[in-house]
């Protein structure tokens, strides 16, 4: 993905990184940092995600914002697995995903065909669902303000328990060294 964003971004101004997020070590300071599309769901573990919150944290300037997007424990409950397939001249594409509850764990893989290829492509995920209660305390402990947390769906302010949430932190403009 690195070699496919450097092709088609040929300024000298941008720097492309390969890092752990948990270890995160920008150049210099920032305004914004983003984590989209379930980055820190893959963080399987607390101490994971506790350790990002405060690489992310050392890597803003004061007043910088954070903004990310977590799925929480509130999955829908009538479906704990399910197939989605598509198909056609090109090839054929399965995606099974699994919900386990108990561990807050969603597995997903996702199965290519081709006729122009021999065998299949694989592709396997696991993601951890925070709740956002947890993921906020986090975010307190690391230094953040927390600006708002906010349905996935509607972007309205987080009411009950959304199955995904998108949140805004800010690192305060008199931080203090953590």
């Known amino acids: 993905m690195l ?34 599309f379930d980055t820190l769901n893959h963080i399987l573990e607390n101490i994971g995600l506790k350790s990002t919150f405060r690489r992310v944290w050392e890597n803003l300037n004061p007043g910088g914002h954070f903004i990310f997007d977590l799925i929480t424990p509130c999955q829908p409950r009538r479906r704990r697995r399910y197939l989605l397939a598509a198909a056609s001249g090109k090839g054929r594409v399965e995606q099974r995903v699994q919900w386990n509850p108990w561990r807050r764990i969603l597995s997903i893989s996702v199965v290519m065909t081709s006729p122009l290829c021999r065998g299949s492509t694989v592709e396997a995920y696991r993601e951890r669902a925070y709740s956002p209660i947890d993921a906020g305390r986090w975010l307190l402990d690391a230094g953040f303000l927390i600006r708002g947390v906010h349905d996935a769906t509607t972007l309205r302010f987080a009411g009950n328990c959304p199955p995904r949430v998108i949140i805004v932190a800010q690192k305060p403009m008199k931080a203090c060294a953590r």
């Open 3 to 36: 070699a496919i964003a450097a092709r088609n971004c040929r300024s000298p101004r941008v720097c492309f990184l390969r890092q752990d997020i948990r270890c995160l070590r920008l150049p210099c300071p920032v305004d914004l940092i983003t984590a989209n």
